[in-house]
T-cell receptor, first 112, second 113 residues
Framework: DQQVKQNSPSLSVQEGRISILNCDYTNSMFDYFLWYKKYPAEGPTFLISISSIKDKNEDGRFTVFLNKSAKHLSLHIVPSQPGDSAVYFCAASGTWESTLTFGKGTMLLVSP | SQTIHQWPATLVQPVGSPLSLECTVEGTSNPNLYWYRQAAGRGLQLLFYSVGIGQISSEVPQNLSASRPQDRQFILSSKKLLLSDSGFYLC????????????FGEGSWLTVV
């Protein structure tokens, strides 16, 4: 049973436009959410996180939105750049959990 | 600052041969340590995690094992590799407690032939 779902395997966006990556979760005990970016043959790098007491967190071009009632979060990248082309993973954990549960990832392609 | 390093970066091993992947973390003490695998076209699968020396939790039954002989060292092993063990293996660390941000190493490509 997948507790963290990224239903779009891929997304194509033009440079300068907004990229919106979506993630849904089913476990109501999750209260901490993260996004990671991964290039081929490299380890994922941490991008941004949000705890359940917030509904928005910004870091430069990256903003994460959390809708707890819908059990949905999204990552907005504005403006998108070709260097943003990568696989993006959504992850979640509960307050006292030592591990993260990852989605299967969405491949973002930003074209010039 | 904290750093994580794993090796080897790539290896090609015959079926039935042993495996040893090593990982070390610097700049922190008593970290949580993790081994993940990304098979081709799939997401990140947690294999093992450890909250302390000698404490290993296995998430997926398989022919792999993990050990933590020192506080900041994590080793992934197999006595006999299978073709299905091929994949991209990632070591990672986090601070202890909940709401952890996990930081990954560079990854190791394993091809079993």
């Amino acid at each position: 049973d997948q507790q963290v779902k990224q239903n779009s395997p891929s997304l194509s966006v033009q440079e300068g436009r907004i990229s919106i990556l979506n993630c849904d979760y089913t476990n109501s005990m999750f209260d901490y959410f993260l996004w990671y970016k991964k290039y081929p043959a490299e380890g994922p790098t941490f991008l941004i996180s949000i705890s359940s007491i917030k509904d928005k967190n910004e870091d430069g071009r990256f903003t994460v939105f959390l809708n707890k009632s819908a059990k949905h979060l999204s990552l907005h990248i504005v403006p998108s750049q070709p260097g943003d082309s990568a696989v993006y993973f959504c992850a979640a954990s509960g307050t006292w959990e030592s591990t993260l549960t990852f989605g299967k990832g969405t491949m973002l392609l930003v074209s010039p | 600052s904290q750093t994580i390093h794993q090796w080897p970066a790539t290896l090609v091993q015959p079926v039935g041969s042993p495996l040893s992947l090593e990982c070390t973390v610097e700049g922190t003490s008593n970290p949580n340590l993790y081994w993940y695998r990304q098979a081709a076209g799939r997401g990140l699968q947690l294999l093992f995690y450890s909250v302390g020396i000698g404490q290993i939790s296995s998430e997926v039954p398989q022919n792999l094992s993990a050990s933590r002989p020192q506080d900041r060292q994590f080793i992934l092993s197999s006595k006999k590799l299978l073709l299905s063990d091929s994949g991209f293996y990632l070591c990672a660390w986090s601070t202890t407690g909940g709401r952890n941000t996990i930081y990954f190493g560079e990854g190791s490509w394993l091809t079993v032939v």
